[in-house]
Nanobody, 123 residues
């Protein structure tokens, strides 16, 4: 059974940085697009970033709200992806979820979903 375990969330002041990690197990990592969604209280779930199964720069996606501030990366040897979040804003406050989507370059229609890690940005 596939599993995703996120870590790295926490409380940070506006303008600060955090690095989220997501360790995958139980499925073929490099056959899945990997990415991050987030959900704030009272808001819909939002796709933040995704990297396709090729892990190439051309297969990455960023929501407009995080472009230029967030960077997704992958360590295939460790079955782990990362989300480097810089210049954090209070509106980035949410629970961040790692997802995996089989056989595509899109994270929509994911097959696996982590338990989430809380990111809180204070003003």
């Amino acid at each position: 059974e596939g599993q995703l375990v996120e870590s790295g969330g926490g409380l940070v002041q506006a303008g600060g940085s955090l690095r989220l990690s997501c360790a995958a197990s139980g499925f073929t990592f490099d056959e899945h697009a990997m990415g991050w969604f987030r959900q704030a209280p009272g808001k819909e779930r939002e796709e933040v970033s995704c990297v396709g199964r090729s892990r190439s720069a051309g297969s990455t996606y960023y929501a407009d709200s995080v472009k230029g501030r967030f960077t997704i990366s992958s360590d295939n040897a460790k079955n782990t992806i990362f989300l480097q979040m810089n210049s954090l804003k209070p509106e980035d406050t949410a629970v961040y979820y790692c997802v995996a989507s089989y056989g595509s370059n899109s994270c929509i229609g994911y097959d696996y979903w982590g338990q989430g890690t809380q990111v809180t940005v204070s003003s």
